[in-house]
């Protein structure tokens, strides 16, 4: 069945420095979800990406959807300690109420 | 603040136990799910309503059992569970499949003794 990994599964830095997670699926996405769950809360919807090659951003992050629509990334530029969470990616399906998650990655940030 | 609703926010119970949680939203969407999510992992699908019917059962042992009553209302009973059934049960509602955006709500700690 399809997978959907992201790396790194941890990552662990300084207040001020960039970060960067990666979300590869095994099959074509129809659309990535990215949500971010705080230790202790909930999922949160970020952001959608629908087309190929597609680059959102929102104030400090920004999201791209790669070419082939396999894989996706986001990047977090002069973390915070706000941005302390898990980021999950995901295949929201067209057509299906399947919503299949990445596998995550814990952000920590040290300040 | 969230616009899923979920009750209890902690629940302990013996393994004989007979337990629901429940679920309410009131936007308007005509899809509801329960996700179950172990410490350190994503958010495992368990079961879908669409139009108050369910239309997808992911294989989730016959201990759960999920309702829905109206169009805002989810529930989920829970009967003999087992330690291992210990988990963030989440609750989560969308317009529509696919392309439509989850709202969750945020969760119940479900602890099984």
């Known amino acids: 069945g399809q997978q959907v990994m992201q790396i790194p599964q941890y990552q662990h830095v300084q207040e001020g420095e960039d970060f960067t997670t990666y979300c590869n699926s095994s099959?074509?996405?129809?659309?990535i979800q990215w949500y971010k769950q705080r230790p202790g809360g909930h999922p949160v919807f970020l952001i959608q990406?629908?087309?190929?090659?597609e680059v959102k951003k929102q104030k400090r992050l920004t999201f791209q959807f790669g070419e082939a629509k396999k894989n996706s990334s986001l990047h977090i530029t002069a973390t915070q300690t706000t941005d302390v969470g898990t980021y999950f990616c995901?295949?929201?399906?067209?057509?299906?109420?399947?919503?299949?998650f990445g596998t995550g990655t814990r952000l920590k940030v040290l300040a | 603040d969230t616009e899923v609703t979920q009750t209890p926010k902690h629940l302990v119970m013996g393994m004989t136990n007979k337990k629901s949680l429940k679920c309410e939203q009131h936007?308007?969407?005509?899809?509801m799910y329960w996700y179950k999510q172990k410490a350190k992992k994503p958010p495992e699908l368990m079961f879908v309503?669409?139009?108050?019917?369910?239309?997808i059962n992911e294989s989730v042992p016959s201990r759960f059992s999920p309702e829905c009553p109206n169009s805002s209302l989810l529930n989920l009973h829970l009967h003999a569970l087992q330690p291992e059934d210990s988990a963030l049960y989440l609750c989560?509602?969308?317009?529509?499949?696919?392309?439509?955006?989850?709202?969750f709500g945020a969760g119940s700690r479900l602890t099984v003794l």
């Open positions: 936007m308007g969407h005509r899809a």
């Open positions: 309503y669409s139009y108050e019917k369910l239309s």
């Open positions: 989560a509602s969308s317009d529509g499949p696919g392309a439509n955006v989850l709202t």
């Open positions: 990406l629908v087309k190929s090659g």
């Open positions: 995901a295949d929201g399906t067209s057509g299906t109420y399947k919503y299949i």
């Open positions: 099959t074509t996405l129809s659309n």
